[in-house]
């Protein structure tokens, strides 16, 4: 067997390979355009996809594709071949610098929300240089972004470059102001921690509900769930550990750093935590983990199950977004210093994101709003759906300290230096993490713990990345013309922590009194769902923000907001049909057939001995009866929700539909079912339960 060091990013062309493939000139070239984002001549390019073609055909690849992340949520790729006739009647493998630039699938079933007319279905793929290209199977992927013939973005990867290169921007600003003149770019980087489900293979086949929908939409509480809390960080299975070990396996030849995996707190959750890097190469990652997780999953007689909220009653799954901003030598910008000078600068940063963070409160929402996800949001497991930030006890006194212009006490390890004269020297925090804080400092990075574990985690950092952009374009266009920048820069610190510090909030996220708190005496956001948050990606705050830096163009920002509220409605009807046929095939004619039998026992037990009084068989057919009455009324009252939702004008109205009306219906519908499994004999029952489902995996 091969070492890990040898596997390790094999099937990935990357710059070890780029260096031994490719002439000192081109590779040269090609490595300004990856670190400085210099454009790329065909003439590089051609050498270039030459190189990676030899490369991709000496392992085995036939085909190559433009690999990209359409509004779908998944990944998109479109084969080509590389062979190409030759004049002797034979083939020659041929990949061209064009091919590789510039791609043209047929787009016309990918959602765009009005941007593309039919008649011009094409839209063109664009290489993104910065992102490796690596093999799948039998085929190249080349990472690209995906526009509409008009320019507009159709993908998820597109905006994030552009929030990239507009953080970048500022911050570079920031930093000539504290005297760095190296610096030649600054980029976010994320490690993103991924939670999912295994369960068997056997399982997942018997349910409807998960095979069309990802979650059970009935099931009964198990008479054991996580309550003994022994499944986190407890034992791995033996199977669970050789899916790990093949999953890793196939991760590191992508190059993707899988580091950690672990249990989860609810029974068949598991957690896989990658090492951080550059924000668009982490997305990139993220798309093909999950990929890999469920491939590698069916290898292995497993389903893994990727929805936010696959059990009801259960604790969902989630990602959590570690997020930083690092300097292209390697300065981490959110780590305080060694001296005054950079914790102001570290400070000045922290504030940033603070400010960003409490302005676009409602875009960090919306930015993980999905069906799905609302399952999670709020329900005592996951954050709550109210933004704040927890940044620990001593980097809070530090920021007290500033507003009241009172010297800093913190911990004894604590020196007090007065270094950009006000400013003081600290110590990295050393409070205990809090996991119920939707948005934590975690010491040189920040946590946000929002996202559900379907999620792009490209919208998040799409909405982070412009967010303190927006910051720290603020801060640079006072900072630049202030005559004393020490004096400017306490000011702006002070002034920060005294308009923003409502959103800084170091207890218990998951205490109602919190939310009470929240949103009546500090006037923060709750979107409960995701037709309250949606809509208000167009308020004209946000629209102002991310067009000014170039991120969405207005209609980029109309098309995305369709979108997401008709993925929100299509996800929905698809779960209320699937109830509704489950419950009307299924459920309610179970439910009859145990009854019958029962029926049938009373009157044998009868015909034996008449004066019998058969109560408990009398009484559970009368309340079966009066639950079937219950699911076949829940049915016709859903199917008409369903129904009426055609009467909607527009999307937007559809989506409150779905939330008022739709939802509930589909709640009072399940009540039914599940009551009745509880009640039916258990080899009547069509579907296996959650706790054969749950502990099904050994
Ligand atoms: P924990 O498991 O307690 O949440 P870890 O230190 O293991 O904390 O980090 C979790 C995730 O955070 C990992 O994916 C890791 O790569 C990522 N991470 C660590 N440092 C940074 C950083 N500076 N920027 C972005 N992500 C980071
Ligand atoms: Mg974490």
Known sequence: MKSVSETFGSMVFDDRVMRATLSAKVYASLKKTIDEGETLDIGVANAVAQAMKDWAVERGATHFTHWFQPLTGITAEKHDSFISPSPDGSVIMEFSGKELIKGEPDASSFPSGGLRATFEARGYTAWDPTSYAFIKGKTLCIPTAFCSYGGHALDKKTPLLRSMEALNKQALRILRLFGNDTAKCVRSSVGPEQEYFLITKEMYDARPDLRFCGRTLFGAKPPKGQEMDDHYFGAIKPKVAEFMEDLNEELWKLGIMAKTEHNEVAPAQHELAPIYTTTNVATDHNQLTM????????????????????????????????????????????????????????????????????????????????????????????????????????????????????????????????????????????????????????????????????????????????????????????????????????????????????????????????????????????????????????????????????????????????????????????????????????????????????????????????????????????????????????????????????????????????????????????????????????????????????????
């Not at 009868?606 to 068989?617: D, G, I, M, R």
């Open 291 to 698: 990929e890999m997780m469920q491939k590698v999953a069916s290898r292995h007689g497993l389903v893994c199950l990727l929805h936010e909220k696959p059990f009801a009653g259960v604790n969902g799954s989630g990602k959590h977004n570690n997020w930083s901003i690092a300097t292209n030598d390697g300065q981490n910008l959110l780590s305080p210093g060694e001296t005054p000078y950079e914790n102001a600068q570290f400070l000045l940063f922290l504030c940033a994101v603070i400010k960003a963070v409490d302005d676009y409160q409602d875009l960090l929402r919306i930015s993980v709003a999905t069906a799905g996800n609302d399952h999670r949001l709020g329900a005592n497991e996951a954050p709550p759906a109210v933004i704040s930030m927890f940044l620990g006890d001593e980097l809070t006194a530090v920021l007290d300290a500033i507003e009241n212009d009172a010297p800093y006490k913190g911990a004894e390890k604590t020196q007090m230096k007065l270094g950009v004269h006000v400013l003081p020297k600290f110590n990295r925090d050393t409070t205990d993490r809090n996991r119920t804080s939707p948005f934590a400092f975690t010491g040189n990075k920040f946590e946000f713990r929002m996202l559900g574990s379907s999620n792009s985690i490209a919208c998040a950092n799409i909405m982070l990345n412009s967010a303190v952009a927006e910051s720290l374009k603020i801060y640079a266009d006072k900072l630049e013309g202030a005559k004393d920048f020490e004096a400017a820069l306490h000011d702006l610190i002070k002034e920060t922590i005294k308009e923003h510090k409502r959103i800084i909030f170091n207890g218990n996220g998951y205490d109602d009194a919190w939310i009470k708190e929240a949103t009546e005496v500090r006037g923060l956001k709750n979107y409960r769902t995701t037709p309250d948050c949606m809509p208000h990606l167009l308020d004209k705050k946000n629209v102002d923000m991310l067009t000014s830096h170039k991120v969405f163009s207005v209609e980029e920002l109309r098309s995305r907001c369709d979108i997401m509220l008709e993925n929100y409605c299509k996800t929905v009807v698809i779960e209320a049909n699937t109830m509704i046929d489950m419950a009307k095939t299924e459920i309610a004619p179970a439910v009859e057939r145990f009854s019958a039998d029962l029926a049938k026992n009373v009157a044998a037990k009868k015909a034996v001995a008449p004066t019998l009084a058969c109560a408990y068989e009398t009484g559970l057919i009368s309340k079966l009866s009066d639950l079937t009455d219950r699911i076949v009324s829940a049915v016709s009252e859903l199917q008409s929700a369903v129904i009426a939702l055609h009467d909607c004008d527009g999307v937007e109205e559809e989506a409150y539909a779905i939330r008022d009306d739709v939802l509930q219906k589909m709640c009072a519908l399940r009540l039914a079912c599940d009551e009745a499994e509880t009640l039916t004999e258990k080899k009547y029952w069509p579907y296996p339960t959650y706790a054969d489902i749950l502990f099904s995996v050994r």
